[in-house]
């Protein structure tokens, strides 16, 4: 499957807890975005991101989330502590940045993150 | 910053036409993306249009219009497996000098037979 991966798909946290979610980009794409979504809702923006770099956090609340993107490996956004309201779907997407459709974003499956 | 407005649902009934319109306003322009999202799904591509003009893919086509900051999508024989939010992005060249993709909220899309 060359597509975006992300993992887990559901995953179920306790307050306090951190959640870890995973995202590889699909082959030969070396930028990744992450989206919040929350139930009948759009999407959220929350970070951009290339291999070792952080291009946009705007969107990204100021404490509990980080967000990486190794040399090796997948994308990692972590909430720290979480709390119910950060109940929600959370969508990776990545993009190359050339071609005739570049920066046309191919989305995965999305994690689905229940803090009980 | 962008700014961009798309209808929040639509009803429309199987077989018919429908055009779901996106405006935006923006700097640095540089292309706009349909997408379609079923309940519970990831979001699909549908379409990308950077020039002025209508683009015609299968039953789906769009159209832009850059001067007026304006896009629709067309949605023709509609069938029910079409419901669905419909989501409008916009791509800008940011202050950061580089391309980012803004999306809008989605119209979500109920066709009922």
């Known amino acids: 499957n060359a597509g975006v991966m992300q993992n887990p798909r559901h995953l179920v946290r306790r307050r306090g807890q951190e959640a870890r979610l995973r995202c590889s980009p699909m082959?030969?794409?070396?930028?990744v975005y992450w989206y919040r979504q929350l139930p009948e809702e759009g999407l959220k923006f929350m970070v951009y991101?290339?291999?070792?770099?952080?291009?946009?956090e705007s969107g990204m609340p100021k404490e509990r989330f980080s967000a990486e993107f190794p040399k090796e490996g997948p994308s990692i956004l972590r909430i720290q502590q979480v709390v119910r309201g950060d109940s929600a779907a959370y969508f990776c997407?990545?993009?190359?940045?050339?071609?005739?459709?570049?920066?046309?974003?191919?989305f995965g499956p999305g994690t689905r993150l229940t803090v009980t | 910053g962008q700014n961009i407005d798309q209808p929040t649902e639509m009803t429309a009934t199987e077989g018919a036409i429908v055009q779901i319109n996106c405006t935006y306003q923006?700097?640095?322009?540089?292309?706009l993306f349909w997408y379609q999202q079923h309940a519970g799904e990831a979001p699909t591509f549908l379409s990308y249009?950077?020039?002025?003009g209508l683009e015609e893919k299968g039953r789906f086509s769009s159209f832009l219009s850059r001067s007026k900051g304006y896009s629709y999508l067309l949605l023709k024989e509609l069938q029910m497996k079409d419901s669905a939010s419909y989501l409008c992005?916009?791509?800008?060249?940011?202050?950061?000098?580089?391309?980012?993709?803004?999306f809008g909220t989605g119209t979500k899309l109920q066709v009922i037979p």
């Open positions: 082959k030969g794409h070396s930028h």
């Open positions: 249009n950077v020039l002025d």
């Open positions: 992005a916009v791509r800008a060249l940011n202050s950061g000098g580089y391309q980012k993709v803004t």
């Open positions: 997407a990545s993009s190359s940045i050339s071609g005739k459709r570049s920066y046309e974003q191919y």
């Open positions: 991101l290339q291999k070792e770099n952080i291009i946009d």
């Open positions: 923006t700097s640095g322009f540089n292309g």
